[in-house]
Every structure is written in structure tokens, then in C-alpha cells.
T-cell receptor, first 113, second 117 residues
Framework: QQQVKQSPQSLIVQKGGISIINCAYE??????FPWYQQFPGKGPALLIA?????SEKKEGRFTISFNKSAKQFSLHIMDSQPGDSATYFC????????????FGTGTRLTVIP | GAVVSQHPSWVICKSGTSVKIECRSL??????MFWYRQFPKQSLMLMAT?????????EQGVEKDKFLINHASLTLSTLTVTSAHPEDSSFYIC?????????????FGPGTRLTVL
């Protein structure tokens, strides 16, 4: 059973555009929501994370929007660049990010010049 | 940030042999490490939680006798794939959590690509 659902499966965006990836969860015990970026043949790297006490968190060009009532959260990549082309995973855990992470299915982002 | 290494980065072995993969936290101690498996173009699936000084905890459907985990020290966990078969070919990734005030995230290793012929 997929505890975190992610969409779209793939995304193509033009350079300079906004990339938006959405995730939804069912388990209301989740209280830590990170996003990871993975390049081919590499392990995932933490991009940005949020807790349910805030509705938005921004770090540089990356923003997480969080809707607790809808149990949804999304990643927005502003001014997308070809170097952002990678697979993005949302995840969720209970308590802290040091606990078991439940990953979404991943979104393969391609930014075209 | 914290660094987690894995060795080897890739390995090819014959069917029926065993392969050991090491996961090390280089600049911090980790009493817990996680082992994931990732098939091409798919998500990471948690296989087991490695605990220093005690037995590993396996996820449902993961054969503990096939995937042996040893957490020998606070910086090293090993995954041994015993009697490997072609269906075990996959990308194996470990992670180590760094927990504490202001720091509660997992750091992932670069992964190990296993190909069983």
C-alpha cells in the first residue's frame, strides 16, 4: 500500500518556468515531509523539508506548500534550470526525519533549454 | 553536511554467490541505518532497519536469511546478499539519520548497483 502518492510521474518544463510536483498522504500521524532530489546512479539528496505547523517554506528557488486539512503538499521549483533535471521524491515520516521514511513514487523532471 | 559512503559503488557477481555491501557514516555516529532497494525508474523501498548492537528489523516480505545485516559499529552497517540470483539485481541504497536538536534528517549513501549474472 502506497502511503504517499505522488504526481505527475514525469514532467517537462521549459527553462525559466515553474515546476510543480504534488504529493498526498493518508496517515495523519505523519509530521515531517521532506523532498529529495536524485540524479541517475546517485543516492537521494535532501532538498527541503516542512512540518505541519507552517503552510509554506521557501529555500532559494524551492518552495514547499503544505495543506494540512487536505493532507497534501507540493514542491514548486521557480526559474527551473536544465541542471534541475532529476527525479524528485516526496516523503513522509512520523516524529522526525530520522525515522522510517515513506517515499512517493517519484517524478522525473526534465527542463529543456 | 553529514556524509554517508557505500562500497562498492557497483558489483557484478555470478548467480549463487554472496555479495557484501558496506555503508559508513563518515563524520557522525549512527546507531540506526536504513537499507533501501530501488528498481529502475521506481521509488525506494525500505528493506530493513539496521540497529547497532542488536538485530536488524526487516520489512514485510524481505527475507532476513537472504539479506543479512550486521551493524558492527556506530559508523558501519553491512548488507550481505546471500546466494544471489538475477532477480536480486537492483540499486541498493543505505541511509543514516542524524538526529538531535535542530538536526533530524537522513543522509543517503551514493548507492550500490548490483548485477547478478
Amino acid at each position: 500500500q502506497q502511503q504517499v502518492k505522488q504526481s505527475p510521474q514525469s514532467l517537462i518544463v521549459q527553462k525559466g518556468g515553474i515546476s510543480i510536483i504534488n504529493c498526498a498522504y493518508e496517515n495523519t500521524a505523519f509530521d515531517y515531509f521532506p523532498w529529495y532530489q536524485q540524479f541517475p546512479g546517485k543516492g537521494p539528496a535532501l532538498l527541503i523539508a516542512i512540518r505541519p505547523d507552517v503552510s509554506e517554506k521557501k529555500e532559494g528557488r524551492f518552495t514547499i506548500s503544505f495543506n494540512k486539512s487536505a493532507k497534501q503538499f507540493s514542491l514548486h521549483i521557480m526559474d527551473s534550470q536544465p541542471g534541475d533535471s532529476a527525479t524528485y521524491f516526496c516523503a513522509a515520516s512520523i516524529g522526525t526525519g530520522a525515522n522510517n521514511l515513506f517515499f512517493g513514487t517519484g517524478t522525473r523532471l526534465t527542463v529543456i533549454p | 553536511g553529514a556524509v554517508v559512503s557505500q562500497h562498492p559503488s557497483w558489483v557484478i557477481c555470478k548467480s549463487g554467490t554472496s555479495v557484501k555491501i558496506e555503508c559508513r557514516s563518515l563524520d557522525f555516529q549512527a546507531t540506526t541505518m536504513f537499507w533501501y532497494r530501488q528498481f529502475p525508474k521506481q521509488s525506494l523501498m525500505l528493506m530493513a532497519t539496521s540497529n547497532e548492537g542488536s538485530k536488524a528489523t526487516y520489512e514485510q516480505g524481505v527475507e532476513k536469511d537472504k539479506f543479512l545485516i550486521n551493524h558492527a559499529s556506530l559508523t558501519l552497517s553491512t548488507l550481505t546478499v546471500t546466494s544471489a540470483h538475477p532477480e536480486d539485481s537492483s540499486f541498493y541504497i543505505c541511509s543514516a539519520p542524524l538526529a538531535g536538536i535542530g538536526a533530524d534528517t537522513q543522509y543517503f549513501g551514493p548507492g550500490t548497483r548490483l548485477t547478478v549474472l
